[in-house]
């Protein structure tokens, strides 16, 4: 099983970008998927998530309106668009996938996303 994340890097204040996560080794389009972030020093916290079937996303309020999480089943893909990114969103992005019962879940190794000027 392996979840591969990509599109980290450097980006100025009010900039974009956009990261996947690329899912092998099991049934991607059955599970949900999600999106969280690691700044060093502090808790990993829960940033948005997409369901596996109808695709209903939720997000953490200070990302709402300025983040898009979505998928390609066909590529095993999950991505996140990320907008008007400011320095307060500099962290490891972590690709995050859960089943339901029984719980199985999955992390990948994350991408380092720096807001910076």
């Known amino acids: 099983v392996q979840l591969v994340e990509s599109g980290g890097g450097l980006v100025q204040p009010g900039g974009s970008l956009r990261l996947s996560c690329v899912a092998s080794g099991f049934t991607f389009s059955s599970y949900a998927m999600s999106w969280y972030r690691q700044v060093p020093g502090k808790e990993r916290e829960w940033v948005a998530s997409i369901t596996s079937a109808d695709r209903r996303t939720v997000y953490k309020d200070d990302v709402k309106g300025r983040f898009t999480i979505s998928r390609d089943n066909a590529k095993n893909t999950v991505y996140l668009q990320m907008n008007s990114l400011s320095p307060e969103d500099t962290a490891v992005y972590y690709c995050?996938?859960?089943?339901?019962?029984?719980?199985?879940?999955?992390w990948g190794k994350g991408t380092l996303v720096t807001v910076s000027s």
């Open positions: 995050y996938a859960s089943s339901g019962v029984p719980r199985v879940t999955y």
